[in-house]
């Protein structure tokens, strides 16, 4: 071996080593010490390659794991909701039952109802209300989103749907409602009222609200007022005898002055002494005139006011005739004028001007014969609020005129007094009765009033107290309607509540419960609220009925026991639901038809179901006479559209391995229970039924949401697993075997110290040279 200084090339062989050695030793420090076996892409470039594959699929299966928990935390959130919601159901079912029992009184029922009230805005409120961040879960939303272009339609969600727009056609065929009647109202004891009789005039018939405080007429007569057509001239007044008892008849005339009067009513006259008139005598050659002092009395019965004035002794005066062929008769008459001393009131003379003859026209007149005349003041001034009606001129009907009677802006009333002479006993009676006006302008010229008088046991009027009829009366002799009457109505998922007074008419009470049926429970509206209860004045039944169809149609009552036995309701015709043919189409093509008697459309689409207002294509008219007509009115279509809005859950690590889960809507409305009703015994039988199909829905989507929930589980269990063995693969690839990299480093260790031993030797072989050179 050559011995060289310049170049050292044993050194520089030591140093190559032991570089080699300290990049190894290096190497195995930082494995060491990470623990890794690639650390840098140098270390294994197709492993790390592989190992960083491997790491995102294990980083996006622990998270898709997680994300299936999350999954399981929001149906057991809207599972939490569903059975709290079922409970409430059960409940629900409970006081159904209780309801169905006979035990129970009407008002019973009403507390009964009240609590399925609350129960079921619960259940709303809990469909509303439960979410998971922020995400509404049974009220639909978490399902899917619609929308449609009226809203007759609604849709009902089941689970996923298929979305989409869709256009949905709705042909109807008209269906029946609810008819219900009472009982039969008719007048209690000691009560006489006037019903408006059918041949008179509608103008009057708008006019009178009651004709009641009848007293001197018997049940069964009938009473006719006639309107005078005044034109506020002055003329002669009118009078008629209206009968007379006794021997004798008399005749009317003027003094020779037109009389007149300063009130209507009638003068009832009596005679005190015994005459013998021989009026037909021709044999008189001279007229002689004779006088019988005291010879009569009279009195005066106003028929404005019912004053009755008192006695005013009369004398009777004899002209014999000229015995000229009976042109000038004897004659016996009794003259009055303002010196009589009749008064209409105590105070105002009766005779304003001029005077009246009362002449008789037969012999023999006796004691105690008695004459009734009738007088009438026609000097009124005719008008719109000045209305002045009279009594026909006839024996039945004597004549009486009034005037102010009906005013235009409000409700008025007047008292009648009517004067009834019986020819056959001589007795006279000033009977009357009350006319209660509505407001109205005018009264058609020329039309009667004539209204038939009711008592007890006769049909009651529209125009009776409910406190006079004998059905709200106990048989303890209690009315009622001594209180006020309180009667809830339920309808259409509504409920309201009308106040009775003893005062009410069966016409108020008839516009108290159209109001209530039109404008509370939006069961009908204007144009037939007339026709929604109807009071038949022949029947004496009011029909109740609502301008729905179907069951929506069903209207039930609560009150005080003897108010809803009093009315005793009974159905005479059951509501049945309208028949709708339905067809789908989505972009032209045919999705699929059905015929539905229930109006919801169910199968056709997937995941949802369509409700249909119950009056779709179905219009109603009436009559004013109570009677309602259906008629259907052709096809109906309407655009839907649905979008789908389940949740996905992603519980793979890639990119497509997700599963959509999905609550159906869960509320009054999908459950069917917006109008359970436990009011009635019907009603609550019904009620069972209903509430066991919603029971049953319930469990169905508790059970799906169930079977979602253990499907989620069996997916975090085989996330867990796949990502325990990529891990394991993943391992093998990027960790350190510690025993071997330590056997690899314990050897660097020594080729180190090697290594820089031999580098030492290395740089000690030039000192060599120096001894030869004799150093």
Known sequence: MALRIYNNISSLNAQRYLGITNSQMSKSLERLSSGLRINHAADDASGLAISEKLRGQISGLKRASMNAQDGISMLQTAEGGLQEIQSIVQRMRELAVQAANGTYTANDRAELQKEVDQLKSEINRISASTEFNTKKLLNGDASALWSASSNKLEAIIKGKVAEGEYSVSVTSSAGKNYIYKTDIMTIGETNSYGEVDSSSGASWKNAVKSIDNIEGFDSGSSVTLAKVDTDGTTSDDAAAVLGYTGGANVSLANNGTAYDV???????????????????????????????????????????????????????????GDGSNDTNPDTEFIELNSSSGLTTDGSTNLFSAGGLRIITTNDN?????????????????????????????????????????????????????????????????????????????SITNGENLIFNVLGEGDVATSTTKLKDVQRFVNDDGRNIFDNTQSLTIFGNGKQTTIYLEGDDTLADFESKLEDALVNDLEMGDSSIKNDLVYYDTTAGTFKIQSGLIGEDSKISFIGDQKLIDGLSLTTVQKGENSSLTVSVTKNGATVGSDTVNDYTLRGVISGVELSFDKNLGVSVSGDSSGNLTFTASGTTTIELHLVDNSTALQIGANEGQDINVSVAQIDTKSLDLDNVLVVDQESAQKAITKIDRALEFISGARSTIGAQVNRLEHAITNLDTARENLTASESRIRDLDIAEEMANFTRYQILQQSSTAMLAQANQLPQLALQLLGR
Request: no cysteine.
């Open 262 to 320: 300063s009130a209507s009513g009638y003068l009832e006259v009596e005679f005190l002494a015994a005459t013998s008139a021989n009026e037909n005598d021709t044999s008189t050659s001279s007229s002689t005139q004779t006088r019988i002092a005291n010879a009569a009395r009279v009195r005066f019965y106003n028929a404005e006011t019912g004053y009755v004035s008192d006695w005013v002794n009369v004398d009777l005066d004899y002209i014999s």
């Open 365 to 441: 007149i006796g004691v105690g014969d008695k004459a009734v005349i009738s007088l009438s003041d026609y000097d009124k001034t005719d008008s719109a609020t000045d209305i002045t009606v009279k009594y026909t001129t006839s024996a039945n009907h004597p004549e009486v005129t009034y005037a102010n009677a009906i005013s235009s802006t409000s409700e008025s009333s007047t008292n009648v007094y009517v004067g009834n002479f019986d020819t056959s006993t001589g007795t006279f009676s000033l009977n009357s009765f009350r006319i209660n006006f509505n407001p109205v302008s």
